[in-house]
């Protein structure tokens, strides 16, 4: 069946980076993009930015920027999210989605369960 | 970036309302707009995609429609079963960005 599994939770001291993995099974991965969504605590969803799985192109959220990078890679169908930096605001649960398109628009259709990143001193 | 205005921001219904959600974009988004249902805990979940088909699986009682910058999502007749927060996500401009969520209870 199509399914997203992530790596496991983190604990992150401010100013330094995680790395969240997201390993895609039962598709073709390479028809397809990724996006990744965070979840504050208490808080609604907010769009962090979408890679193509076909090509790498990405496209970030503007808060975001110069701090997030994403990547694939092919050969074991895997997407990350590294974030840098990080700060207490930071600490979310982080989901990966499947997109519908590989082109950067859709929907995201299939679901990671989740990883939560703590972001303490 | 495309904000996205959500309302109610919570809602209290009986078992069988009808209730609604409207979700206003700040510029036309034809129809990128989809709408996704969140169990505490759990991950987000596909209902309805470019702004009025349902999503393969999900029942009849949920719909969608709207155009622009307009948007409505309605669920028929309430089930115990539909408790939870909707929210809305536009897709224009390859910028994505959801809505601030609408938290469904049972009166």
């Known amino acids: 069946q199509v399914q997203l599994v992530q790596s496991g939770a983190e604990v992150k001291k401010p100013g330094a980076s995680v790395k969240v993995s997201c390993k895609a099974s039962?598709?073709?991965?390479?028809?397809?993009?990724i996006s990744w969504v965070r979840q504050a605590p208490g808080q609604g969803l907010e769009w962090m930015g979408w890679?193509?799985?076909?090509?790498?192109?990405?496209?970030?959220a503007q808060k975001l920027q110069g701090r997030v990078t994403m990547t694939t890679d092919t050969s074991t169908s895997t997407a990350y999210m590294e974030l840098r930096s990080l700060r207490s605001d930071d600490t979310a649960v982080y989901y990966c989605?499947?997109?519908?398109?590989?082109f950067g628009d859709g929907y995201m259709d299939v679901w990671g369960k989740g990883t939560t990143v703590t972001v303490s001193s | 970036d495309i904000q996205m205005t959500q309302s109610p921001s919570s809602l209290s219904a009986s078992v069988g309302d009808r209730v609604t959600i409207t979700c206003q974009a700040s510029?036309?988004?034809?129809?990128?707009l989809n709408w996704y249902q969140q169990k505490p805990g759990k991950a987000p979940k596909l209902l309805i995609y470019?702004?009025?088909n349902l999503e393969t699986g999900v029942p009849s009682r949920f719909s969608g429609s709207g155009s622009g910058t307009d948007f409505t999502f309605t669920i028929s007749s309430l089930q115990p079963e539909d408790i939870a927060t909707y929210y809305c996500?536009?897709?224009?401009?390859?910028?994505?960005?959801f809505g601030q969520g609408t938290k469904v209870e049972i009166k």
């Open positions: 989605a499947r997109c519908s398109s590989m």
């Open positions: 039962g598709y073709t991965f390479t028809s397809y993009g």
């Open positions: 890679i193509s799985a076909y090509n790498g192109n990405t496209n970030y």
């Open positions: 510029q036309d988004i034809s129809n990128y």
């Open positions: 470019d702004a009025s």
């Open positions: 996500q536009q897709y224009d401009n390859l910028l994505w960005t």
